[in-house]
């Protein structure tokens, strides 16, 4: 993935690198025009996320959470296209593209926005011909407005440069991306500016995947000191943790796997804000088969039986790389905070070692153990049964959890790894739903 480096030779570089006490005679002798340029260039309060130091790449994807400052990288990127103002261009480009989901969306928000091209331009405002659907400098500089909604209205045009905005929400996504690379064909080397909240489509895996598409990662957090006071801390405790709050905050690209037991969306039905009362609670372990960092984690998950006869998630403490004594003290210390009335334990791992080491921690705790027999998906499918019967419910956000579930396919995680948070879930409400969970066999630790 290309990334920019740190450096630049633009003018703004050059004023920054002097000594204070010579930066007044440069100044003087660059001329008056270049000093308002230069006073009043975006790099004083732009983020390098934001700021392409090497001049512009050929295609550049900006991904981004909601605020934070892709429509601004983007409007000042246009501007600076059309004016040639460094380190976006080094002369002027004259025939631009503005292309977004509606043509409503290209003025309301690329153009008359906030942070849009004409609200962000300085000393040279260019004007907005409504009825002709373009924007015009005074130098001839003109930048055509396109729909996602009409693919075809790009046939025809060419164009030294183009700013596409919230692609992942485009109508006719690749039909409109492919029209558009057709009339990238003016100048030396035409440019193309992609910003937009992720979403898992077609459009964006494929630019995700391409080694010469230039990726750029911003979070809403990274601009807070543009956003309005208590916006932040309100939305995140809204939504931190959820799937919504990791793509529209933290601009995160969430997928579903085809083949997995779960979903996204199946998920966030299950979200309780606050579980009823609870007749049984019990903590399930699914032991490390070593206490190596590179090893597996040791899943660690509570939950409880409501009256209506759900199950409840209530917790997942899961630990990787720890030593028997921390995990079995981490499951001991969830059993009593939640007064739980039984411990599972798999003993296929660690056998007897495991409920022993738990035994050291606190000789008190009822354990059990449980023996797998059957494999992990196997296992699994009677549980991810119940989720769709909406007969499990999740006491909150459970990131990783939730990850873990929605990439458990038939052959095991992606990443190769051992599902032990979902080995442990498993373990909870199987124990909670016998009726209606595969019930494995399992005998009780005298």
């Known amino acids: 993935m290309k990334t920019w480096p740190p450096c630049s030779s633009s003018l703004t570089t050059e004023l920054s690198s002097l000594p204070v006490n010579s930066q007044l005679p440069w100044l003087r002798k660059v001329g008056e025009r270049r000093i ?11 983020r390098l996320a934001q700021y392409p130091l090497l001049g512009s790449p050929e295609t550049w994807l900006l991904l981004g959470g909601r605020g934070a400052g892709k429509t601004r ?25 503005l292309v977004g989901e509606t043509l409503a969306d290209v003025r309301d928000v690329m153009i008359e926005g906030i942070s849009g091209i004409a609200t962000i331009s300085r000393r040279e405002r260019p004007r907005f011909e409504a009825s002709r659907r373009r924007l015009v400098w005074k130098d001839g500089q003109v930048a055509l407005m396109f729909s996602s909604e009409d693919p075809e209205s790009l046939r025809g045009h060419q164009f030294e440069a183009a700013w596409c905005d919230e692609v992942a929400k485009w109508r006719h996504a690749e039909d409109c991306f492919d029209m558009l690379q057709f009339g990238l064909r003016l100048g030396e080397r035409p440019l193309q500016l992609l910003t937009t909240t992720p979403r898992p489509t077609r459009l964006l895996k494929r630019l995700l995947a391409d080694p010469m598409v230039v990726k750029t990662h911003m979070t809403t957090q990274d601009n807070s000191a543009n956003l309005a006071a208590g916006f932040l801390a309100a939305v995140e405790r809204r939504y931190a943790g959820s799937v919504l709050g990791r793509q529209e905050l933290g601009g995160e690209l969430i997928e579903d796997r085809a083949d997995a037991l779960w979903s996204r969306g199946l998920l966030e039905t299950a979200i309780v804000s606050t579980p009823r009362e609870l007749k049984r609670i019990v903590v399930a372990v699914d032991p490390p088969a070593s206490s190596r960092k590179t090893s597996d984690a040791c899943g660690i998950v509570a939950a409880g039986l409501d009256g209506e006869g759900r199950a409840v998630v209530l917790a997942d403490a899961t630990l990787r790389g720890a030593q028997p004594q921390r ?4 499951a001991v210390a969830l059993f009593h905070s939640l007064r739980a009335d039984r411990l599972l334990v798999e003993v296929n791992q660690g056998g007897e070692m495991a409920s022993a080491v738990i ?19 196997l296992r699994a499918e009677p549980v991810a049964a119940l989720y769709h019967q909406g007969r499990v419910l999740h006491a909150g956000r459970f990131a990783e959890l939730e990850d873990e579930m929605c990439d458990f396919g038939p052959d095991g ?10 080995d442990a879930l498993v373990w909870a409400v199987t124990e909670l739903m016998p009726d209606h969970a595969a019930e494995p066999r399992i005998r009780e630790l005298r």
């Open 36 to 46: 308002w340029s230069i006073r009043n260039e975006w790099f004083r309060s732009a």
């Open 359 to 377: 035994r050291t921690v606190d000789p008190a705790v009822p354990v059990k153990a449980v023996r797998a027999r059957r494999g992990k998906w």
């Open 73 to 97: 990288t983007g409007a000042e990127w246009i501007n600076g296209l059309a004016r040639s103002i460094p380190p976006f261009a080094g002369h002027k480009h004259f025939r631009l593209a």
């Open 413 to 422: 995680l992606s990443n190769g790894h051992s599902p032990d948070r979902v």
């Open 327 to 330: 995990w079995a003290s981490q």
